[in-house]
């Protein structure tokens, strides 16, 4: 991928999304455009080339252990991937309690990037609504 983004146009989502698919039907109902981060390491690997923001599950049972897909993780260590993010959403499960959306945090702070928004599984439509009017604001600010 080597398309780039504009001051006008909302910024490029990559995302995980494992097999239930929560994250991706949240992609879905954005309606921006999005890349996924490959299920499989038998799939070729994705490489941005652009700013992005990163949207991806928390595993785990809240304790932050496992909580960031490994996925996500080798995504990120590729350093032409981590270069381009400016921000990351996190999915979650309210009942990991305190650990809510706590792979959202660890990436926002070995990035060095804001965590942005945290959502419930797939999201209700008001998370669709905030998230859209709010990445809108939030990039035309970052150009």
Same mark, same amino acid.
């Given at each position: 991928?080597? +398309?780039t +983004? *504009?001051a006008?146009e +909302?910024?490029?989502l =990559?995302?995980?999304?494992s /097999? &239930?698919?929560n *994250?991706?039907r949240? /992609?879905?109902?954005?309606?921006?455009?999005?890349?996924? /981060?490959?299920?499989y390491?038998?799939?070729?690997p994705?490489? $941005?080339d652009?700013?992005? $923001?990163?949207?991806?599950?928390?595993?785990?049972?809240g304790?932050?252990n496992g909580a $960031?897909p490994?996925q @996500?993780i080798?995504?990120? !260590?590729?350093?032409r !991937?981590?270069?381009?993010?400016r921000? $990351?959403? &996190?999915?979650g !499960? *309210? !009942?990991?309690?305190?650990?809510?959306c706590i792979?959202? %945090?660890i /990436?926002?702070r070995k990035? %060095?990037v804001?965590h942005l928004?945290?959502?419930?599984?797939?999201? *209700? +439509?008001?998370d @669709?609504?905030? =998230?859209s009017d709010?990445l809108? &604001?939030?990039?035309?600010r970052?150009?």
């Amino acid at each position: 991928m080597t +398309a780039t +983004a *504009t001051a006008t146009e +909302a910024p490029l989502l =990559v995302f995980f999304s494992s /097999i &239930s698919g929560n *994250t991706a039907r949240f /992609i879905d109902k954005l309606g921006l455009r999005a890349e996924r /981060i490959p299920l499989y390491r038998s799939e070729e690997p994705l490489q $941005v080339d652009e700013p992005y $923001v990163l949207v991806t599950p928390t595993y785990g049972g809240g304790d932050g252990n496992g909580a $960031v897909p490994k996925q @996500v993780i080798r995504f990120l !260590n590729d350093e032409r !991937n981590r270069r381009g993010i400016r921000g $990351v959403i &996190s999915a979650g !499960n *309210t !009942n990991f309690g305190e650990g809510f959306c706590i792979a959202g %945090d660890i /990436i926002s702070r070995k990035c %060095d990037v804001p965590h942005l928004y945290r959502l419930e599984l797939f999201g *209700t +439509a008001d998370d @669709v609504a905030r =998230v859209s009017d709010g990445l809108e &604001s939030w990039w035309k600010r970052q150009q």
